[in-house]
């Protein structure tokens, strides 16, 4: 969909040798390198405090990794923070040990989530998109959300992963496989100093993963697949986005993916009112709580589709609809 002609998409620029769109991405860089911290000091204080404040503390890593997945990994993807291939790379590597997975296997699994933009099934009963709503969903609907955030984790296929990024060329597939072997020797190290890490580590390690599969559920259910500027549902909360980089500005992405996340409030103020034409939705909460949220759809009622409430990044609101 093109935007009119008195919108425009302000890049972000800055004269800096190190980072390539502003300086402000240190923000997520050190938050990468905190994270790596944070993973590393877990194992070695594991045998030395006691059980509670390691139960503690695993829970924050899985939010961790939610905010990791879903705001930096995310942005890294659609704006690598540094000038310098080498430096990409490197802090590639760094934040897939930090979190347990492939930063570049991600960014293929994530272009095809741009690709189909949370597709609905096709005639075959295929999506496009690998983490669409829709692809075990029924009817046309969007699958139950317990199912979808409780074992999309295991639905990971890494072989069709790997031919998408030989699409690319050789560079990314080996970078890929480089990243996973490092998670891989780092993990068993781990265990093998301490079998029973393990059994700590890996359920908090899921957990985060179910964290982000909820977050992404609630960032497209409600959402338009076949309307371009309403794939996504945007939260507009300063805490949330903050923590997330802006990325709970999620209808606002999915429409134009490259605006970088400094600038994303000002892009919303400028699509403000074609996304009220257009009936773009917006809920209160966070997307992770996004089944909090008042005027949810329910499952089932695809086909009563009223315009929902639209509150702007500045705080405006359109007019009140009906829960569908």
């Not at 935007?3 to 190190?18: C, G, K, Q």
């Not at 020797?185 to 908090?204: D, E, Q, S």
């Amino acid at each position: 969909m093109p935007l009119p002609d008195n919108i425009r998409i302000e890049r972000a620029t800055t004269d800096s040798r190190v980072f390539a769109h502003t300086r402000w991405d240190a923000v997520p860089m050190l938050a990468g390198l905190f994270h790596l911290a944070y993973f590393l000091a877990m194992f070695f204080l594991y045998p030395r405090t006691p059980l509670w404040f390691m139960l503690v503390m695993g829970f924050v890593y899985s939010l961790m990794i939610n905010a990791n997945i879903n705001g930096l990994a995310h942005n890294f993807i659609h704006n690598p923070f540094f000038r310098s291939p080498l430096l990409n790379r490197l802090f590639s590597l760094a934040n897939s040990i930090g979190a347990c997975f492939s930063q570049t296997y991600y960014d293929a699994v994530h272009m095809r989530h741009h690709r189909g933009n949370s597709d609905r099934q096709n005639e075959n009963g295929e999506t496009l998109d690998w983490l669409s709503i829709y692809r075990h969903g029924h009817d046309g609907e969007a699958e139950n959300p317990w199912s979808y955030v409780f074992l999309s984790f295991f639905r990971d296929n890494p072989a069709a992963i790997r031919k998408d990024l030989r699409k690319r060329g050789n560079k990314d597939v080996i970078w890929g496989n480089i990243e996973l072997a490092s998670v891989g020797i780092v993990l068993l190290t781990m265990f093998f100093f301490n079998w029973r890490y393990a059994l700590f580590f890996l359920p908090f390690f899921y957990l985060g993963h179910c964290f982000s599969y909820l977050n992404g559920y609630f960032r497209h259910y409600g959402a338009n697949p076949d309307k371009p500027i309403a794939w996504g549902v945007s939260s507009y909360g300063k805490l949330y986005n903050w923590i997330f980089f802006y990325n709970g500005y999620h209808a606002e992405h999915h429409f134009r993916p490259k605006v970088h996340w400094t600038k994303m409030e000002a892009f919303q103020k400028q699509i403000t009112e074609l996304q009220k034409k257009e009936g773009v939705r917006v809920i209160e909460h966070a997307h992770m709580l996004g089944f909090l949220d008042r005027s949810l759809p329910r499952r089932g009622q695809r086909e009563i589709k009223p315009a929902p409430v639209l509150q702007t990044a500045a705080g405006g609101a359109s007019s009140a609809s009906p829960r569908a």
